[in-house]
């Protein structure tokens, strides 16, 4: 037992540019190993001499003592005869042909860098790029792997001295720290005047930059995964500004409040809550905003709730304190809308000079740095639906993983991967049209991209394209076949037919609300051929009669799916394009179920007679009307009727404020029922008009509503048990950002005693198709 041997460890995970080398060498030291380490594209490689029972124990310390941003996924070793060393080491970096490793996401400000950024003694005094092996930007500036200097777009900036002593010191915070910089050496920052002269440089552009927000400006701000456009939340006159000039009318914009504090005088909190603010992703978190609170309602028109996100570079504390000897504790900087850097629907801009030509007429001046973005990546928009608790106690970060709902995973959580439950094979799926994010997969990893957008345009097309190309090369994937939605004009189906030709490898189509329910069931890592309930309930989709699909009851497992209900058609007379228009949706799904368009209707009224007339002409001829089963614009045509809103001007809003105003304590619920394998509404839309007719409020209008939808998928789920024995269901799809109905649905679902799955680590909207389509692409792959 006591014989010199030595050992060859390989370790898996995302074990590079988070403090693991240092961390290894601390543990070889402390246990007197001698031997290396080092990072390579596969992961960390270790060799060290030593006794049997000292090594086994290091690997076992490895495990147990693991710095808070590494995760292991596999640690593999041999014994081999000693090699003799005389000391340890970190040794240069390899790169291996075809080896691939996950990459850490960005991370915000650590609590030792935040304190050094804030003290007049400290070298790095207010220096706006300070970061460490515990914190700072990674997937945002990454070009290659291995995770070296020279692999980022820290690589033209050459280390001073210092940084380069503490970057080789093994016993230092900053050991091998990719981005370490200081003022001497590291980027800087500078303000900018919309005609290009430039205001200020470092620290006093960021004075200037305050003095310009507190007078009521809008300032374009350069920050981790692009540009926001910022200005002072609680000055009516800057918000409104920021909407006109963005061209966006009611869609809310998110926060960036100093500290917890802050949002406490704004906002009701949970603990959970609280933590999910401070956690080191730093995401936007939607919060129940407080009576009486002073953030204009311009912010977020409409709405019970507003996206509340802490500071997360150094850059945003500067921001949000004065100069010299001022604590944290006494900011007098007022909270920001800070907002993406963008014309309402393309892409946020990263880059100085696209960001100089296209928010030139959207912001009043530039707080612009020289440490460019590699990969652009919106902020990560979460909340945390709160259920009855299960009484089982767990650790506040397990509990966040366990609760976290994602609207938008982006930045800090991309491009983590997802454990899969069973390895697939190497596939590209390239999501949906609106809210894309694309997928690669790889031995039981699934990496979803950062947030993409909406590929309506050729800017967000290009993102996509390039965000495919840097995935594929950054994580070394050579898709054997490629999987995207069942619609053909999909911009990021085309895409898919295109690269099957090129490289002439197979394409696998996949129905979108399969995909859906797939992405769902690999979320909660159910096993393969495994068979659930699936409630699709989302906008659009495309189905495989053609018509537009939304309100489904599925059978599923990876492979396959049966459509066992759902909502009976009704018209869409314009298509895609009466999505702006809730009204003709109401009246629509009235001609339908044969009801009188009342001339009393809010949307009757809302429509001039002779619109009305050719109307009612389109549909009775069927002309530009494709059918739909859509529980999206179901709720569209209820919120009209209800007489609360006939046009949007973002997606959902509808729906969204027709949840905003629900009376929780109304427990009235209108009848859907079911007929054969179709859901009727007629019933359930007399009983509203019937409300509407009587005075009822919209409130209570609202709740009826959303509780006759959890009674009927309380009704099918237990049909579908009787039939099937399935016991399990999984919901899926954008209406579940509906909380009212989420929570209520799923405390109904659980009393019947379904075993009930929701999404935690993707959305369940759009933004997490990709990682259905890949699964059920997997699924397909070679049979
Ligand atoms: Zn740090
Ligand atoms: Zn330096």
Redesign the pocket.
């Known amino acids: 037992m006591n014989d010199i041997s030595s050992a060859n460890i390989h370790i898996t995970g995302i074990v590079q540019g988070v403090g693991f080398r240092p961390f290894v060498y601390g543990l070889a030291i402390r246990l007197g190993l001698k031997g290396w380490v080092k990072n390579t594209s596969a992961g960390v490689e270790i060799q060290v001499d030593g006794t049997a029972e000292i090594i086994l124990s290091f690997i076992r310390s490895l495990k147990s003592e693991l710095p808070s941003l590494a995760r292991i996924d596999s640690i593999e070793f041999d014994f081999e005869a000693p090699r003799e060393f005389s000391s340890f080491e970190i040794i240069n970096s390899e790169s291996l042909v075809g080896a691939f490793q996950p990459i850490s996401p960005d991370v915000s400000?650590?609590p030792?860098?935040l304190r050094e950024l804030l003290d007049p003694h400290d070298r790095r005094y207010r220096y706006p790029f300070i970061?460490?092996t515990?914190?700072?930007p990674r997937f945002t500036i990454i070009t290659d792997i291995p995770y070296d200097r020279s692999n980022t777009t820290m690589a033209p900036f050459v280390m001073c001295p210092d940084c380069a002593a503490e970057y080789t010191n093994p016993l230092n915070?900053r050991f091998h720290a990719q981005p370490v910089a200081c003022p001497v050496c590291g980027p800087q920052a500078w303000l900018e005047a919309a005609d290009g002269h430039r205001i200020a440089e470092r620290n006093d552009a960021i004075l200037s930059a305050q003095e310009l927000l507190a007078n009521g400006k809008i300032i374009a701000i350069k920050g981790l995964g692009g540009f926001h456009l910022a200005c002072d939340a609680l000055n009516i006159e800057a918000v409104s500004e920021l909407r006109r000039r963005k061209l966006r009318v009611d869609k809310p914009f998110a926060l960036m409040m100093p500290d917890l504090k802050a949002v406490d005088e704004q906002c009701d909190m949970n603990e959970l809550e609280r933590a999910l603010l401070e956690s080191r992703q730093r995401p936007i978190v939607l919060l129940q905003r407080r009576p009486g609170s002073p953030i204009v309602a311009e912010v977020a028109p409409n709405q019970m709730t507003i996206g509340v996100m802490l500071p997360y570079t150094p850059f945003h504390y500067l921001l949000f304190t004065r100069e010299s000897g001022v604590g944290l504790h006494s900011f007098d900087i007022r909270p920001l809308v800070m907002t993406s850097g963008n014309l309402s629907d393309e892409p946020i801009a990263t880059d100085n000079d696209e960001a100089r030509l296209k928010l030139a007429s959207l912001a009043d001046a530039f707080l612009f740095h020289d440490r460019d973005i590699q990969t652009r990546c919106d902020d990560s928009v979460t909340r945390i639906p709160f259920f009855k608790e299960n009484g089982r106690t767990v650790s506040k970060e397990e509990k966040i993983k366990t609760s976290i709902y994602f609207l938008r995973r982006s930045r800090g959580y991309a491009p983590d991967p997802l454990q899969l439950p069973f390895e697939v094979p190497e596939l590209l799926a390239t999501g949906p049209e609106l809210k894309n994010t694309f997928c690669v997969t790889r031995k039981r990893y699934a990496f979803i991209s950062h947030h993409i957008g909406d590929m309506e345009n050729y800017e967000t097309m290009q993102s996509f394209e390039e965000g495919v190309k840097h995935f594929e090369r950054l994580f070394r994937i050579n898709p054997g076949a490629i999987v995207c939605d069942f619609h053909p004009d999909y911009l990021s189906s085309r895409y898919a037919f295109r690269r099957s030709q090129q490289d002439n490898i197979p394409l696998i189509r996949v129905q979108h609300h399969h995909a859906h329910i797939a992405a769902c069931m690999a979320d909660n890592d159910l096993p393969d051929h495994h068979l659930v309930i699936g409630l699709a309930f989302d906008g659009t989709g495309y189905g495989e009669d053609g018509a537009i699909w939304g309100g489904e009851f599925l059978v599923a497992d990876y492979a396959a799916y049966q459509r066992s209900f759902h909502l009976d058609y009704f018209p869409l007379p314009g298509g895609d394009a009466a999505i702006k228009r809730p009204a003709r949706i109401a009246l629509a799904l009235l001609w339908q179920l044969g009801i009188d368009w009342d001339d009393q209707l809010a949307p009757v009224k809302d429509l001039c007679f002779e619109e009305r007339q050719a109307l009612r002409i389109q549909l009775e001829r069927g002309l530009n009307t494709p059918r739909t089963s859509s529980m999206g614009r179901l709720f569209d045509a209820a919120a009209a009727l209800a007489g609360l809103r006939q046009r949007v001007n973002y997606e959902a809003q509808a729906a969204i404020e027709f949840e905003a105003v629900l009376d929780p304590l109304e427990s009235g619920a209108y009848l859907f029922i079911v007929r054969e394998n179709l859901v009727d509404v007629r019933e359930a839309f007399r009983g509203l008009l019937e409300d509407v007719a009587f005075g009822v409020s919209i409130p209570r209008i609202s709740a009826r509503f959303h509780n006759g939808l959890v009674v009927l998928s309380r009704q099918v789920c237990a049909s579908l048990r009787s039939t099937t024995g399935i016991n399990e269901v999984a919901l899926s799809g954008g209406v579940w950002q509906n909380m009212a109905l989420l929570v209520r649905t799923v405390q109904g679902l659980r009393k019947d005693g379904f075993n009930v799955l929701i999404h935690h680590q993707i959305p369940a909207n759009d933004g997490g198709l990709s990682l259905g389509q890949a699964m059920v692409g997997a699924n397909r792959y070679g049979s």
């Open positions: 400000i650590c030792d860098c970061n460490c515990n914190c700072g915070r």
